[in-house]
């Protein structure tokens, strides 16, 4: 199982910017679609953008499309997403996850199997 840490979380304004980042310390990281969601208070868990083991196809969130770029470096073992134009919805606990399918680019929160602790965003307006 792999283990997952968010970090780059934090207070912005809205309009701003941040760069959340996912690191594993296992190297068998590449073999995974990595997929981020996000849970605001008194909200169920969403489904924010995932990215499959090898870069080849990624997927979004309508809420979020245009806004957030997920990534990765499979060589420093992080994915990334990369947050632009972020609005007061956008505040959440966001939390990244493994699918063991790495060729996919679920939704489903089912479809993951190691979860991280998350990292808290928040957007001021």
């Known amino acids: 199982q792999v283990h997952l840490v968010e970090s780059g979380g934090g207070l912005v304004q809205a309009g701003g910017s941040l760069r959340l980042s996912c690191t594993a310390s296992?190297?068998?990281?590449?073999?995974?679609?990595i997929g981020w969601f996000r849970q605001a208070p008194g909200k169920e868990r969403e489904f924010v953008a995932a990215?499959?083991?090898?870069?080849?196809?990624?997927y979004y969130a309508d809420s979020v499309k245009g806004r957030f770029t997920i990534s990765r470096d499979n060589a420093q073992n992080t994915a990334f997403l990369q947050m632009d134009s972020l609005k007061a919805e956008d505040t959440a606990v966001y939390y990244c996850?493994?699918?063991?399918?790495?060729?996919?680019?679920?939704?489903?929160?089912?479809?993951?199997?190691?979860w991280g602790q998350g990292t808290q965003v928040t957007v001021s307006s």
């Open positions: 296992e190297r068998t990281f590449s073999r995974y679609a």
């Open positions: 990215i499959s083991w090898q870069r080849s196809s990624t």
């Open positions: 996850a493994a699918d063991y399918k790495g060729w996919g680019t679920s939704r489903l929160e089912t479809d993951y199997r190691s």
